[in-house]
C-alpha cells in the first residue's frame, strides 16, 4: 500500500507560480512512476507531467516549459514547480504512484486556482 498526500495548492494572480509536494509514505520501494494530474470543473482529467524511478520526466504539452517535476528521494517527496501560471490551470491536482506490480495510488488533490 502507497500513501500519497499532497500540498501546496492555493490561490495565486495570472503569471505567478506555486510548488505542490506530493509526499509518498507506505510501500515506496515499490513505487514505478510518479506524476501529477489535474481535472478542472465539468472537464475530464487530464495528466500534467511525471517522472519514473529512473528519473525520465515527461510533460504534457500544456505544461512543457512552465512547470517542472522534480523529486527528492531523501524525503520521499515529488515536486511539481509551477511557472508562468494560467486562469485554464486552475484545477483540483491529484498525485498518482504506479508500482512495478502495476497497482496505482491516488493522493486527494489539491486545489489550484488562479485568478485575478
Known amino acids: 500500500q502507497v500513501y500519497l498526500v499532497e500540498s501546496g495548492g492555493g490561490l495565486v494572480q495570472p503569471g505567478g507560480s506555486l510548488r505542490l509536494s506530493c509526499a509518498a509514505s507506505?510501500?515506496?520501494?515499490?513505487?514505478?512512476?510518479t506524476g501529477w494530474y489535474r481535472q478542472a470543473p465539468g472537464k475530464e482529467g487530464e495528466f500534467v507531467a511525471a517522472v519514473t524511478r529512473g528519473g525520465i520526466r515527461t510533460y504534457a504539452d500544456s505544461a512543457k516549459d512552465r512547470f517542472t517535476i522534480s523529486r527528492d528521494n531523501a524525503k520521499n517527496t515529488v515536486y511539481l514547480q509551477m511557472n508562468s501560471l494560467k486562469p485554464e490551470d486552475t484545477a483540483v491536482y491529484y498525485c498518482?504512484?504506479?508500482?512495478?506490480?502495476?497497482?496505482?495510488?491516488w493522493g486527494q488533490g489539491t486545489q489550484v486556482t488562479v485568478s485575478s
Open positions: 498518482n504512484a504506479v508500482t512495478l506490480a502495476k497497482d496505482d495510488y
Open positions: 507506505g510501500s515506496i520501494f515499490g513505487i514505478n512512476a
